[in-house]
């Protein structure tokens, strides 16, 4: 059993291409996200793809959105779109 400070997500070279995997498993990391957007849950994502944990999915989602929190880029004025604007 791995450790709770063993990373979640990793690649190998030799596994899928290199591409971000869970670890112990040949599960796409990807995965998890387009079955989020088609509107599955994390209990139906397990489920269908029992090689995963609960746990490992609710700490990639977190540590995915600190990256995404770091990687945003700083604008000095926020891009005006119909959804942004507040009513008058």
């Given amino acids: 059993?791995?450790?709770?400070?063993d990373p979640i997500v990793v690649r190998h070279e030799r596994v899928l291409g290199g591409r971000p995997v869970f670890r112990g498993t040949r599960v796409q990391v990807e995965l998890l996200f387009?079955?989020?957007?088609?509107g599955y849950s994390l209990d139906e994502i397990v489920e269908n793809f029992p090689t995963l944990d609960r746990a490992d999915l609710?700490?990639?989602?977190?540590q995915a959105c600190e990256a995404l929190k770091r990687a945003a880029p700083n604008?000095?004025?926020?891009?005006?779109?119909?959804d942004a604007r507040v009513p008058r």
Avoid at 75 to 82: D, G, Y
Wanted: negative net charge.
């Fill in 58 to 62: 609710q700490v990639a989602l977190a």
């Fill in 34 to 38: 387009e079955n989020l957007a088609e």
């Fill in 75 to 82: 604008v000095t004025e926020p891009k005006a779109t119909a």
């Fill in 1 to 5: 059993m791995p450790a709770a400070s």
